[in-house]
């Protein structure tokens, strides 16, 4: 992999190199290199300094926020005057009781297998 730098940072990565302003560089690096990384002359670090932690906790809030927008949109379900069947009604109270319970049981919203759960019609 080559990492394209620019002012001391990795600004885009790609199988090989292509040709270039003077001011940029390319430099061999492995594939844990990402782009934002800084870039000394010899190493790379990540400038990303949080703990593991505070990463889980971050992406949990993330969770937490787009899983309340789509308890949001669907409020208007549990209306007592609404006028869906109580089929339906039904349908949307299991919705959004899923939708409550993911962030008892994710592993991170970023892995391929996160699967929201399915909106009824």
């Known amino acids: 992999m080559k990492a394209l ?9 790609e ?3 292509f040709e270039i302003h003077s001011d940029w560089q390319w430099v061999d690096c492995d594939d844990t290199v990402k782009v934002s990384w800084k ?3 010899t190493n790379f670090t990540d ?5 593991d932690a505070e990463i889980a906790e971050e992406e949990l809030n993330r969770l ?8 949001e949109q669907s409020d208007w379900t549990q209306i007592p005057d609404c006028s869906l069947s109580s ?7 299991t919705y959004r009781t899923e939708l409550r ?3 008892k049981t994710y592993q991170s919203m970023y892995v391929e297998e996160f699967k929201w759960p399915t909106k009824p019609e």
């Open 47 to 51: 400038p990303d300094t949080r703990t």
């Open 87 to 93: 089929k339906q009604k039904t349908d949307w109270a």
């Open 15 to 17: 199988p090989k190199e």
């Open 101 to 103: 319970d993911i962030t």
């Open 5 to 13: 730098i620019f002012d001391g940072g990795v600004v885009q990565i």
């Open 64 to 71: 937490r926020s787009k899983r309340n927008i789509r308890l």
């Open 39 to 41: 870039y000394d002359g």
